[in-house]
Each structure stands twice: as structure tokens, then as C-alpha cells.
């Protein structure tokens, strides 16, 4: 599975930016699929996740109720709604691929597949 994200930016802050991770290979339906991201000095850390159906979903303390996961598995694509940003929200962002589901999804090792990430720079 390769994994292309993209949709990052500069944004001030309150705004609003959506992330897409583009999926080739025909198992993307069957994969968990995770957000993952990683400020300037800091490391990598859980942002959210949405289960093979989409049917469940997670998020970090940081993300509910301003981040939204979804994905559309005709499209083999997931989603990242970004609103109310903060400058705190700067990082490059990834998405991965959980193929078997994990319990243990906030955590990078469950996950086989890397997107490159994409930029955010959210200004004050």
C-alpha cells in the first residue's frame, strides 16, 4: 500500500484546512486508517482514526470537537477536517494503514504503511 497525502498549508488561525491521503492497492477497504502528526522538536503523536467502515472513529484530547475523520473507500481516501485551527496545530501531518485494526491505534507501531505528510502552519 502506498500512501499520498496532501492538502496541507498555511492558514491563520481559526481557520479551517482539509486534509486527503490517497490509497493505491485494493486492501485500502479493509485497513484502518490513522492521522498521525509531528511538530517542529516534538515527536510523532496520535491525531485520530477511523475504523475499515468508517463506522468508528477515535480522536486525540487535542482534536474532538475541531477535527473530523472519514474516509470513502470507492475513492480509496481519507479525510481530515481541520477547523478552528490553532497555532499549537502546526506539524507535518501523516496518515497510515492500521491492516489489522489495532486496539493499540494510538500508537505508530500499529501501523504498516506511511504517507509522506503534508505541512500546516497555522499563524497567529
Known amino acids: 500500500v502506498q500512501l499520498q497525502a496532501c492538502g496541507g498549508g498555511l492558514v491563520q488561525a481559526g481557520g479551517s484546512l482539509r486534509l486527503s491521503c490517497a490509497a493505491s492497492?485494493?486492501?485500502?477497504?479493509?485497513?484502518?486508517m490513522g492521522w498521525f502528526r509531528q511538530a517542529p522538536g516534538k515527536e510523532r503523536e496520535f491525531v485520530a482514526v477511523?475504523?475499515?467502515?468508517?463506522?468508528?472513529?477515535y480522536y486525540a484530547d487535542s482534536a474532538k470537537g475541531r477535527f473530523t475523520i472519514s474516509r470513502d473507500n470507492a475513492k480509496n481516501t481519507v479525510y481530515l477536517q481541520m477547523n478552528s485551527l490553532e497555532p499549537e496545530d502546526t506539524a507535518v501531518y501523516y496518515c497510515?494503514?492500521?491492516?489489522?485494526?489495532?486496539?493499540?491505534?494510538?500508537?505508530?507501531?500499529?501501523?504498516?504503511?506511511w504517507g509522506q505528510g503534508t505541512q500546516v502552519t497555522v499563524s497567529s
Open positions: 477511523i475504523s475499515w467502515s468508517g463506522g468508528s472513529t
Open positions: 497510515a494503514a492500521d491492516p489489522g485494526g489495532s486496539y493499540y491505534y494510538k500508537r505508530q507501531t500499529a501501523y504498516n504503511y
Open positions: 492497492g485494493r486492501s485500502f477497504s479493509s485497513y484502518a
